[in-house]
């Protein structure tokens, strides 16, 4: 059993930045890849970020390619997801999850555990 608290949302201009953050309760954390989705109202569930066990490896949505940056601190079991230029269209309720076996990361169904979410809301 994982347990991941998701913090950092809130209410921004277009244009500001905000960092969230996602603790995990869990000694193996560093085994587990880590992903970043978002979900609004009335849509499904997109892929945003993932990153490697180690953090070599990371992967984005292209809506957020070059704007959003994953980074994890194995020795904190924290996850972090930059995200610098906001736009509206980023505004979502945003999750962290893990994923044990490294499968397919940014598929939101290959992932074992999930955050509660954190609300970013972007304003024009």
């Known amino acids: 059993q994982v347990q991941l608290v998701e913090s950092g949302g809130g209410l921004v201009q277009a244009g500001d930045s905000l960092r969230l953050s996602c603790a995990a309760s869990?000694?193996?954390?560093?085994?587990?890849?880590m992903g970043w989705f978002r979900q609004t109202p009335g849509k499904e569930r997109e892929f945003v970020a993932a990153?490697?066990?180690?953090?070599?490896?990371?992967y984005y949505a292209d809506s957020v390619k070059g704007r959003f940056t994953i980074s994890r601190d194995n020795a904190k079991n924290t996850v972090y997801l930059q995200m610098n230029s906001l736009k509206p269209e980023d505004t979502a309720n945003y999750y962290c999850?893990?994923?044990?076996?490294?499968?397919?990361?940014?598929?939101?169904?290959?992932?074992?555990?999930w955050g509660q979410g954190t609300q970013v809301t972007v304003s024009s």
């Open positions: 990153i490697s066990w180690s953090g070599a490896r990371t």
């Open positions: 869990a000694l193996t954390f560093s085994g587990y890849a």
């Open positions: 999850a893990a994923n044990r076996r490294h499968i397919d990361l940014t598929s939101g169904a290959r992932y074992d555990y």
